[in-house]
């Protein structure tokens, strides 16, 4: 035994006050509904409690820049190391954070080009496309240049006068469109393909400073591409409204760069080559052949970096990632991928003692990969370090050496541990986690008929090559394989280009979260504003957050947020209003005894007994349905899980009819009995005449689907192919697919 972690009176969030001990250097799996208490016990207080102890080991004055980790609400944490936090977070970041940048690979390759490459060219730099030495100089080593569509600007087809401009703005009656009319440069009422080539130059790019008179007022000329290129070309596309972008998007497009074709680096780097292939090209492969090849070079000189960057490679094949390219852009990995791929980083270091802390590590694995991932789990306690583990499904939870189970329930109903013990203790526990270890969803033997079916036809995108299929309309299709084998490509890039009205429900978080919560999001608060004014005879607007009523220092927030370059932004409850967000006078309005302030804190499974407005109650309900009763209605979407994201999305769907809904991998931090409360909200929104396409793993949803497309084979260039369609019963019996043999493994 090496010791353990020792908390007691734990008390963040809904934790009540819990105590118990962490064995150190072991696996540990939390388990427990949604809600139960697993992030505030985990992050909430012993990575929190870490941060805090490292940044209290820096001098004052360096403190002082750094985001300020108050001390977690517990009375006693002790024996806590280092902890290292391997989360969902997208990797996002700029064009330059690439898979190799992240993992280091990128290094390790430059360094094995600078020694064995041919012809030699001398320092690792030179093979960077961050550095000026090793960038391409035409597109700064991006890859891409900026383009515009101009089928998106001008219809050739049409005379001016005839509203040739297509971009907002320069409509026929607009300033714009008079100053091209009296510009005296073209013949308006000619359609512009007949336009000269001079012609075409004036309208397009003349910008000589001239003045033209539009009505009474003189205005610079500026040709169209000119006038769109310093005006929206020239702004953040992040930065702009909703319309805005719209507009952005359908303009602007980025298209490889013609000097270097994506591959981001100057002439003299790329003709320096090894057995035949530039750095570009090897960092193009996918990781799985790249591995191969590199073990595959005999050159004892440089043996231990070959084999440094071998094994750096297999990792990434062991965790499931080997369809990925080192070349690929980080911020188009999904959540799941950027973990596995952060995780890889660690698997490389040799260092002990380490609290490692994961947050749903299988996310995005298909059943056939997550038994490698627990193997790579056990590498690292084996290495010496402690390994903190949250998790829902069972074959993660098989593996834990010490399991803590939290519930009973969620929110103010949980809290607890309710287990804590070896995983055979955890099957006899009697715990709602105990219980369901051991019993699954059935397969479905009567699947319900179709109404109707979508097609995607001949689909090329990613490594998809011509695949077509149909998918039931009216019924609860799962589309599974393994990761890489193409379901998003499939469902989420090639269905809505065929049925745009499509609606995906995906986990990203709303604009402008900081001021949305959930009550703002869900349209409630619009009505418990209205209830107030009715209740006091008063105005509505004075419970809003931009009223008067609202304090002047938070703004109606209830608390400050500090922001932080390059950090998280710091977060402190108002002293004003001691977080209750409003003036005393506003306080003073109650609704059956509550204030608005405590409404805010209220969850929403509270705020069902409490609200008998209809329009209220009807909502809430939707929310409850989905598994988030135990969320406040003041919680910040900030401050949710992307799968809770994802859930309060489907939320607000639920009412609605005939849709086509696509949601990926909507399990996503829900334990097995959550889940089965989410195939029953499946079934009533396929009831009430919706289409409903998951991209699923996970092996109760896939059971009582109706339809299951699977792909596969394998991932990457070994996948893309449809693998089977049909049934779920059928799949079982399907020998050919990963996800029959796993769906019928289970049932016996
Ligand atoms: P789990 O990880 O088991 O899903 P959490 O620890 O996230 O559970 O949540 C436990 C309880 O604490 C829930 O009732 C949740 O609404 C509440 N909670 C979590 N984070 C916050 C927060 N930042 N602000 C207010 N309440 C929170
Ligand atoms: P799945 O959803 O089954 O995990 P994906 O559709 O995400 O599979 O990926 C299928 C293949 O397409 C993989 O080889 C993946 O690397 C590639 N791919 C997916 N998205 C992109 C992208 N944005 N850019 C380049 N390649 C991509
Ligand atoms: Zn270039
Ligand atoms: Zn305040």
Redesign the pocket.
């Known amino acids: 035994m090496y010791g353990a972690i020792r908390i007691r009176g734990a008390r963040e969030n809904n934790l009540k006050s819990i105590s118990l001990d962490i064995p150190k250097r072991q696996i540990t799996v939390f388990t427990g509904v949604s809600g139960s208490g697993k992030s505030s016990l985990v992050f909430g207080t012993i990575a929190a409690e870490s941060q805090r102890l490292i940044n209290e080991t820096y001098p004052a004055f360096v403190q002082q820049f750094m985001p300020h980790y108050g001390q977690p609400d517990a009375d006693q944490l002790e024996n806590i190391s280092a902890a290292i936090i391997v989360d969902q977070q997208r990797l996002g970041g700029n064009s330059r954070s690439t898979v190799a940048t992240v993992t280091d690979a990128a290094q390790m390759l430059r360094v094995l080009f600078s020694r064995l490459a041919e012809p030699k060219l001398g320092s690792p730099n030179l093979y960077s496309y961050n550095d000026p030495r090793g960038m391409c100089p035409d597109c700064e080593g991006i890859g891409q240049v900026a383009a515009m569509d101009m089928t998106a600007v001008i219809d050739e087809t049409r005379s001016l006068r005839d509203g040739a401009l297509l971009p907002k703005g320069f409509e026929v009656d607009s300033w714009w469109a008079g100053a091209y009319f009296n510009a005296g440069l073209f013949d308006i009422d000619k359609p512009v393909r007949d336009f000269t080539a001079e012609e075409r130059e004036m309208l397009f790019n003349l910008d000589d400073g001239r003045k033209v008179k539009v009505g009474k007022i003189n205005i610079t000329y500026e040709g169209v591409v000119a006038k769109l290129k310093k005006g929206l070309g020239s702004k953040d596309p992040e930065s702009l409204q909703p319309h805005m972008r719209a507009e952005y998007d359908r303009i602007f497009t980025r298209a490889l760069c013609p000097a270097c074709h994506g591959a981001r680096l100057n002439q003299q780097a790329l003709a320096s080559r090894i057995e035949g292939h530039n750095i570009a090209e090897l960092s193009a492969m996918?990781v799985s052949e790249l591995a191969k090849l590199v073990r595959a070079i005999a050159a004892p000189q440089v043996g231990p970096m070959l084999e440094a960057l071998a094994l750096r490679l297999e990792n990434l094949v062991t965790i499931g990632l080997g369809?990925?390219?080192l070349d690929?852009e980080s911020s188009?990995l999904?959540g799941g991928e950027s973990q596995r791929v952060k995780m890889v980083r660690h698997l490389g270091s040799s260092l002990t003692d380490i609290t490692y802390i994961f947050d749903e590590p299988s996310v995005?694995l298909h059943p056939h990969d997550v038994g490698r991932l627990a193997g790579l789990m056990q590498q690292l306690r084996d290495k010496g370090n402690t390994v903190l583990i949250v998790e829902h499904k069972p074959d993660m939870i098989a593996i834990a050496d010490h399991v803590v189970d939290m519930g009973p329930f969620a929110g103010s109903r949980g809290g607890e541990v309710v287990y804590e013990g070896d995983y055979a203790g955890l099957l006899t526990s009697g715990t709602l986690t105990g219980d369901h270890m051991s019993k699954h969803q059935a397969i479905k033997g009567k699947v319900r008929p179709a109404m109707g079916e979508l097609k995607i036809a001949h689909a090329v995108l990613?490594?998809l090559r011509d695949v077509s299929v149909s998918i039931p309309m009216g019924v609860l299709t799962a589309v599974t394989?393994?990761?890489?084998?193409?379901?998003?490509?499939?469902i989420q890039?090639c269905l809505p280009k065929a049925y745009p009205d499509t609606i995906i429900i995906d986990q990203n978080l709303a604009r402008g979260s900081r001021r949305s919560n959930t009550a703002t999001y869900t349209g409630i608060l619009d009505n418990v504003r209205k209830a107030f004014a009715k209740a006091n005879g008063v105005d509505a607007a004075l419970f809003s957050a931009n009223s008067k009523g609202a304090c002047p220092d938070c703004n109606g927030l209830g608390v400050i947020y500090t922001d932080l370059a390059h950090l998280d932004p710091m977060v402190t409850t108002c002293e004003t209003c001691e977080g209750k967000r409003f003036t005393a006078e506003v306080l003073e309005h109650q609704l059956r005894g509550k204030s608005i302030s405590d409404v805010y804190e209220m969850s929403i499974a509270d705020a069902v007994g409490f609200f008998t407005e209809a329009p209220i109650a009807r909502i809430l309900r939707g929310l409850e349905d989905v598994g988030l009763g135990y969320l406040t209605l003041g919680q910040p979407l900030s401050t949710l899980s992307g799968g809770e994201r994802q859930r309060l999305k489907l939320a607000a769907e639920l009412g609605k009819t005939g849709n086509i809904y696509v949601l990926d991998e909507p399990t996503t931090g829900l334990h097995m009995n959550d889940v089965d409360t989410l195939i029953g909200l499946f079934d009533r929104l396929v009831e009430a005449g919706s289409t409903v396409i998951v991209?699923e793993h996970n092996l109760d949803v896939i059971s009582r689907a109706d339809w299951v497309i699977d792909?596969g084979p394998g991932?990457?260039?070994d996948?893309?192919r449809i693998q089977f369609e049909g049934p779920p019963a059928d799949l079982a019996a399907h020998k050919g697919s990963l996800t029959g043999q796993h769906l019928a493994a289970r049932n016996g």
Do not use: F, W
């Open positions: 996918q369809y990925l390219s690929r188009t999904s995005g990613n490594n394989g393994v990761a890489g084998s193409g379901k998003s490509s499939l890039g991209i792909l991932a990457g260039q996948g893309g």
